[in-house]
């Protein structure tokens, strides 16, 4: 009896640990977000105030108001940076997930020569540090003269997200059966129907993670962008951000808010894709 | 009648000349790659020949007929008689081994309470990928922010608690600042760990834990010996993905503290670009750049190589 009671509190005590651990590891992990979205409602002087300020005074979307208002607020053309960032992101999205489709089915359908060896290559051209690439580009870009241009860095982009667009649709087309293209082709299809109206609808939820991973990579990418783009006419918002840092002064307020506007769509597509994403990547742990 | 003969006989003479005429030599295969293949080819491999000539040039952004002159292997012998070079190199590697073993543990312990919890799994499943969608520049401007020694969050909040009086110079003396770095660092990418080895957990047959148990196991031991070897794999995979992209450093300490203060945060990557740009030393920085790339494809191929063999391991068992 007596062990009885002593075991029961035991546990309760191991689970009020656990409730604790999680609800601070949650807390470390949603603050850093929460203040930056905080700090963008809030005045200035309340961001500034010594001492600190901790229950907000004053809240208001001025800062929002003053981005979008034009070239009100320190003049920064956050519309253009944005259609920049929209029409380079979708642009590579969409050419990286054709390519990445054909060299995805090849790897998951066919057996080749020197397949593992072409698929290692291909995740070492994504092991190049962005910096490290930047400089040829940069070189050859400029003899080229399509620096600062949205056709640069829609080709880079292409080129960073086919490597791993290709690793996860290949684990995507392997979670379809193949008995099932087999039985179409053996009902009268070509490969080519049977690849379109059975296996590319079987597979399509995990390419559009796929695409929604690319998507997100081109948006959030600053090494090479920051190299490559020079003005409104192709700057991208991670490298707009920058904008708000002058030699000893930082716009705090105003890059809180451009953060809010980044992260938004980042993450409204990252709910949407999460489940088929951790799936994608693990397929290849557990079978070759 | 006669249209519909013509497009029968039309699509024969098609099949016939694309099996036996037309491409003799490209299988489909091929043919499927060749896009990626060229793609690749000319925005990565290409340049980096290209870089890799310009290593064996004086070439200077301002002088554009040195990249004619050769100087052999002058280049490497600067970087590599360069005290600078090295003390970025040596730190870029102190930074990944705490950053990256961090990063195991916490997702670990993270994987292991999410796990654990019996309501609103879901939530906290996506709280968890919270950091993974932002960009590694966001990261670095919010931990700037965060460390701020006037205005910052974590200082504001010392003081608050009466912790300390005085504001700690996070970012401005050199060891907080990669302390600082680091910190960023993990909270960006332990998210990666704790998914995928989350997932592992989810997938991994209880049957073998619970015969551990009857047998007497303590539940370190089922840990260790049983749990462990499973999710091996899965934290692999992990690794070789972080492997991938280990060069999201150079934003996030772009941002933090570009390099300072007085050079005590430089990485390799850093060093590459202000080499690059600002010193417009080009030949020399390809150099650098090609020693940090050859860096970071010994990193993923040696994941890879360990990745294969974790699966192997669990296919002999399953």
Known sequence: MDQNSAHRLKRRGLKFLHLVGLFIAMLIICMPGLWIVLSSLRPTVEIMAKPPVW???????DAYRAMFGGAGQGGIPVWEYFRNSLVISITSTIIALTIGMAGGYAF??????????IFLGFMLTRAVPGIALSLPLFMIFA????IDTHFAMILIYVALNVPFTIWLIDGFFRQVPKDLAEAAQIDGCTRWQAFWQVEFPLAGPGIASAGIFAFLTSWNEYALASQITRSVNSKTLPVGLLDYT?????DWRGMCALAVVMIIPALTLTFIIQKHLVSGLTFGAVKG | MKSVNLAGSLTNVMSATGHDMKFPKFSAPTLLLLPAIVVLAAVIVLPL???LYSSFTPFRLTKP???WVFIGFRNYVSVLTNIEFWTAFGRTVLLLTVALNAEMFLGLGLAMLVNKATHGQRLLRTLMMFPMMFSPVLVGFQFKFLFNDNIGFVNNALQSLGLTTNAIPWLIDGNLALFSIIVAEVWSSTAVFAILILAGLLAMPQEPVEAARVDGCTPWQTFRYVTWPYLMPFAFIAMTIRSLDVARAYDIVKIMTDGGPAKRTELLWTLVGRTAYSDARMGLANAMAYISILLSILFTVYFFRKLAAARQQIGAEW
């Not at chain 1, 229950?55 to 979307?61: A, G, K, R």
């Not at chain 1, 002058?246 to 930082?250: D, G, M, N």
């Open chain 1, 246 to 250: 002058s030699e000893f002064t930082i």
């Open chain 2, 49 to 51: 020949l290209f870089s």
């Open chain 1, 55 to 61: 229950i907000p005074q004053d809240i208001s979307l």
């Open chain 1, 108 to 117: 998951a359908r066919y057996k080749f020569k020197g397949k593992s060896g």
């Open chain 2, 65 to 67: 007929e040195s990249i």
């Open chain 1, 143 to 146: 003899r080229v003269g399509i």
